[in-house]
T-cell receptor
Framework: GAVVSQHPSRVICKSGTSVKIECRSL??????MFWYRQFPKKSLMLMAT?????????EQGVEKDKFLINHASLTLSTLTVTSAHPEDSSFYIC??????????????FGDGTRLSIL | EDQVTQSPEALRLQEGESSSLNCSYT??????LFWYRQDPGKGPEFLFT???AGEEKEKERLKATLTKKESFLHITAPKPEDSATYLC???????????FGAGTQVVVTP
C-alpha cells in the first residue's frame, strides 16, 4: 500500500522550455502533497506544500511563478517548471500523505524526476 | 531555531558488523520522527514512525528508538543490501511538514 507514482523519471530539454512533472497517489487519497528538490549528496529541500483544492504554500526563496503547482484532485499534483534554465537542473521528488492525524502520518515518496536543462 | 542533525555523515561496515546511526533534534512540539532509506536515484522509502520517548520499532535487521532528544537506528548484522542513505525527519505541525536531517550514507561490504 501507499504507492506514489512520479512521471517522467527523466527529462532533458532546451533552455526556455516549460516542463510538467506529475505525482499520483495510486492506492490512497492524498490530502496533502509536497514537492522537494535534492542536490547531489544533499538532503531533500522542501519547495512547497499543496493541499487538494487550494493554493500551494511555497517555502521562503522558492519562486512561485517559476514553479507552478496544481493539486486538482485527491490523487494528482503537478509541478510545472516554467521557462526552465540550466540552474533549474536538479532531482525533483514529490511525496503524498493521507488524512491528517495531527501531523503523524508518514509521507510516501515518488521515485523522483531528474531534470536536465541544456 | 529547530534543528535536526544526523551522525555520522558516512559509515562503512563489514557484513555482519552491527552499528547505530544517530538523529538528534531540537524542536518545539515534536509530533513525529520518521526514518527513511534512500537508494541512489530513487525517492526515500518509509521505514518507521516514532511518536513518543521510549518507543521502539523493528523491521528485519533495523530497530529504531526514540528519546526526548534523539533517535537511534540500529542495524544488526547488516548485509550489502542494507547499503543506502538513511534519512530522519521530524514534524511539528498538523500538516505533517518535514524537516530532514542531512542523512547518513551507509556502505556494507561483503
Amino acid at each position: 500500500g501507499a504507492v506514489v507514482s512520479q512521471h517522467p523519471s527523466r527529462v532533458i530539454c532546451k533552455s526556455g522550455t516549460s516542463v510538467k512533472i506529475e505525482c499520483r497517489s495510486l492506492d490512497f487519497q492524498a490530502t496533502t502533497m509536497f514537492w522537494y528538490r535534492q542536490f547531489p549528496k544533499k538532503s531533500l529541500m522542501l519547495m512547497a506544500t499543496s493541499n487538494e483544492g487550494s493554493k500551494a504554500t511555497y517555502e521562503q526563496g522558492v519562486e512561485k511563478d517559476k514553479f507552478l503547482i496544481n493539486h486538482a484532485s485527491l490523487t494528482l499534483s503537478t509541478l510545472t517548471v516554467t521557462s526552465a534554465h540550466p540552474e533549474d537542473s536538479s532531482f525533483y521528488i514529490c511525496s503524498a500523505r493521507g488524512v491528517v492525524e495531527g501531523g503523524r502520518q508518514p509521507q510516501h515518496f515518488g521515485d523522483g524526476t531528474r531534470l536536465s536543462i541544456l | 531555531e529547530d534543528q535536526v542533525t544526523q551522525s555520522p555523515e558516512a559509515l562503512r561496515l563489514q557484513e555482519g558488523e552491527s552499528s547505530s546511526l544517530n538523529c538528534s533534534y531540537t524542536v518545539s512540539g515534536l509530533r513525529g520522527l520518521f526514518w527513511y532509506r534512500q537508494d541512489p536515484g530513487k525517492g526515500p522509502e518509509f521505514l518507521f514512525t516514532l511518536y513518543s520517548a521510549g518507543e521502539e520499532k523493528e523491521k528485519e535487521r533495523l530497530k529504531a528508538t526514540l528519546t526526548k532528544k534523539e533517535s537511534f537506528l540500529h542495524i544488526t548484522a547488516p548485509k550489502p543490501e542494507d547499503s543506502a542513505t538513511y534519512l530522519c525527519a521530524v514534524t511539528t505541525d498538523s500538516w505533517g511538514k518535514f524537516q530532514f536531517g542531512a542523512g547518513t550514507q551507509v556502505v556494507v561490504t561483503p
